[in-house]
């Protein structure tokens, strides 16, 4: 069953207030504008997802810059489940929606 807007921009609000209270006093104020310093410090990876994390980078050949922003990608999607802490499922979502660009 599909959700309506209405509930999508309550579960959005809810994530937003998550990443103000996570990044306050920072000049942070959403996932997308961690530097990789702030994902070690911010992002609470479960040892299943973080398995899952080593075993996407060596089956893609991902980059480190593709393996932070997947992370990145990742906590936004827990956020939204508001989920303290990225769980494989959260990882398994955001490997879907990585963009292949073949040249």
Do not use: W
Not at 52 to 76: D, E, H, M, W
Request: glycine content about 4%.
């Amino acid at each position: 069953q599909q959700e309506t807007s209405a509930a999508v921009r309550t579960k959005v609000q809810k994530a937003r207030g998550i990443q103000n209270k996570r990044f306050k006093g920072l000049n942070i104020f959403t996932n997308s504008e961690m530097q990789n310093r702030d994902i070690k410090k911010f992002c609470k990876i479960k040892p299943p997802a973080q398995r899952l994390l080593k075993q996407a980078v060596g089956a893609y050949n991902l980059s480190a810059r593709t393996y932070f922003r997947l992370i990145k990608v990742s906590q936004t999607i827990a956020d939204l489940a508001q989920e303290g802490s990225i769980g494989p499922a959260h990882v398994a979502e955001a490997l879907q929606y990585r963009v292949r660009i073949q040249e």
